[in-house]
Nanobody, 118 residues
Framework: QVQLVESGGGLVQAGGSLRLSCAAS????????MDWYRQSAGKQRELVAE???????KYSDSVKGRFSISRGNPENMVYLQMNSLKPEDTTKYYC????????????WGQGTQVTVSS
């Protein structure tokens, strides 16, 4: 059974940094694409960072140059390093992956809250 558990969120002042972690079990992250989403109540989910199974990365325009996604093997972790944080980055962050065999199955963590004070 695949499980994703995020950690590392918290309260930080604008301009500060946080590193979010996503610990995976039941899946080999070195062979799977992973991404980080964020979503506030009543708002559409936003894809902020993605990493392919081959290691290529992509970022939303809103975080490009400030956030960085990486893998930690053999720890089977994915990280989101967030620098130069802004109050508008305040929301809950989720790691996500999927497996496609006969059909696609998506997996989500429970999320970790990031609050950036001005």
């Amino acid at each position: 059974q695949v499980q994703l558990v995020e950690s590392g969120g918290g309260l930080v002042q604008a301009g500060g940094s946080l590193r979010l972690s996503c610990a995976a079990s039941g899946i080999d992250l070195s062979k799977n694409a992973m991404d980080w989403y964020r979503q506030s109540a009543g708002k559409q989910r936003e894809l902020v960072a993605e990493m392919s199974s081959g290691g290529s990365t992509k970022y939303s325009d809103s975080v490009k140059g400030r956030f960085s996604i990486s893998r930690g093997n053999p720890e089977n972790m994915v990280y989101l390093q967030m620098n130069s944080l802004k109050p508008e980055d305040t929301t809950k962050y989720y790691c996500h992956t999927w497996i496609t065999s006969v059909s696609r199955k998506d997996y989500w963590g429970q999320g970790t809250q990031v609050t950036v004070s001005s």
